[in-house]
């Protein structure tokens, strides 16, 4: 598997047969050359601009540790390397057409257009911008919920930042939040800028933000948003530029930094000889990889600290222990007894080589629960959120955890009945489950 890996076979395969093949490699004995294999993959844009396959990796590389992190150590450019002479920095480019509103076409600027949720408002281009140019007004004396938004394509994995000028005249609410600059639907969020009320001079807002697996954008001039507003609200000079690629490429909760969290898992796993040479490897060249794989080598046992001990935790709760078991998705424990009506504290350790995470639901809730995780997979902020489906039967929960962290999930159950517990991350549900009996 490795060599197909390397020798680029894959890549013109769909990417579920090359996350398959990633699944494969975690279940396989650790290989230092299944590990320079999953490394060069990050070369191939496929790869990187997959939803799942940099998850996929990142957990194959945990498994092939050595080889992953010798490649990364190889490709790192030395502390003392040469460095490449400096080229001229050429000022950020506005990737937002007409975003100062002089090209008019009718009514509206032209590339732009408007969308009402709710409610009535006139919407037009005027004069009086913010150096005395064009500007866009948009005005209700009934109350509305609008905007006038610009779409535009943008690239994956990248940091972008939004800005623009914001005036208003008597702005008043009517459930609504303000006149602001909004992202419509990025990928399932939807930030906003700081958020005019009432009467303001022309004032700059901005919105800084990683667009993740998104491809595209809609830029909204809010007026409202999520209620009505009345009055009038102008908005002029508004730029998107990009900043350069995010932190780690893609935007995956708990593997914004890959290196670092397989040399955790090296340092948790892996027997002392490999621990050894990756250091040696480390302390041969000097640079700021090397430096924070020595790191997470030597500080993965802490970075697992819980922030209470037990014998505090036992003073004022119930204490339950539970683990995570390698390899073959359980939990080491399968019911506990617990006395209802009592603070229960559970110290959940994952010493899996796969990200799992701990929630407790209300009585006669698992499968249900474990419907909306799965559900949960086509969300574009699933992993982000870890999973966990945003209803109330969620009484307590711990993020998903990487390999050798620990949480402590605190609750009460405050009356007689059966908790289930379970691991929400899509499909782990069905076989790691148990259940806290409280009586």
């Known amino acids: 598997m490795a060599a197909v890996l390397a020798n680029g076979s894959l890549a013109d395969k769909e990417p579920l047969v090359r996350l398959t ?10 290989s ?7 490394y060069a993959m990050k070369s191939d844009k496929a790869n990187t601009e997959d939803r799942w396959i940099p998850y996929g990796r990142a957990l194959a590389a945990t498994r092939h540790a050595e080889g992953y992190l010798a490649a990364a150590l190889k490709d790192e450019p030395a502390a003392d390397a040469p460095k490449e002479e400096a080229k001229p920095v050429e000022a950020p480019k506005n990737i937002i057409n007409n975003g100062n509103f002089e090209s008019v076409d009718g009514a509206l600027p032209v590339g732009w257009q408007v969308r009402t949720y709710s409610g009535r408002a006139s919407h037009q281009v005027v004069d009086g911008g913010r150096n005395g140019g064009k500007c866009i007004l948009i005005e209700s004396e009934a109350g509305s919920d609008t905007s006038v938004h610009f779409d535009l394509d943008i690239d994956q994995n990248c940091d972008y930042l939004l800005t623009g000028w914001i005036r ?7 459930g609504g939040q303000g006149a602001m600059l909004e992202l419509h639907q990025l990928n399932g969020k939807q930030p906003m800028s700081r958020k005019l009320r009432g009467t303001n001079d022309w004032t700059q807002v901005e919105v800084k933000f990683s667009s993740g697996r998104q491809r595209e954008l809609s830029i909204n001039c809010l007026y409202g948003g999520w209620g009505h507003a009345t009055g009038k609200a102008w908005w002029d000079d508004i730029s998107l530029v990009k900043l350069g690629p995010s932190k780690g490429g893609a935007v ?7 290196n670092s969290l397989v040399a955790m898992n090296l340092a948790a796993f892996t027997p002392g000889d490999a621990q050894k040479r990756v250091a040696a490897l480390a302390d041969a060249k000097p640079s700021n990889l090397s430096r924070a794989i020595k790191a997470a080598l030597s500080g993965a046992k802490a970075a697992g600290s819980t922030e209470e001990s037990e014998e505090e935790l036992a003073k004022t709760h119930q204490i339950l222990k539970v683990k995570s078991t390698i390899g073959t998705l359980q939990y080491d424990i399968k019911e506990f007894s617990v006395k209802a009506g009592q603070p229960v504290a559970i110290i959940y350790e994952n010493p899996d080589q796969l990200q799992h995470n701990l929630i407790v639901t209300t009585p006669g809730s698992y499968d249900r629960i474990g419907a909306e995780a799965d559900k949960m997979m086509a969300a574009p902020d699933g992993l982000a959120r870890s999973y966990i489906p945003d209803v109330p039967d969620v009484l307590a929960k711990s993020k998903l955890l990487d390999p050798a962290q620990k949480a402590i999930i605190k609750f009460t159950p405050e009356k007689p009945g059966d908790y289930p ?14 259940v806290i009996k409280a009586r």
């Open 21 to 30: 093949a990633l699944i494969e490699l975690c279940s396989l004995p650790a």
């Open 32 to 38: 230092v050359p299944a590990g320079e294999a999953i």
């Open 168 to 174: 208003t005249e008597d702005f008043k609410l009517k």
């Open 252 to 258: 995956m909760a708990g593997l914004e930094d890959v």
């Open 421 to 434: 517990y379970l691991c929400t991350f899509p499909g782990h549900w069905r076989l790691m489950h148990g």
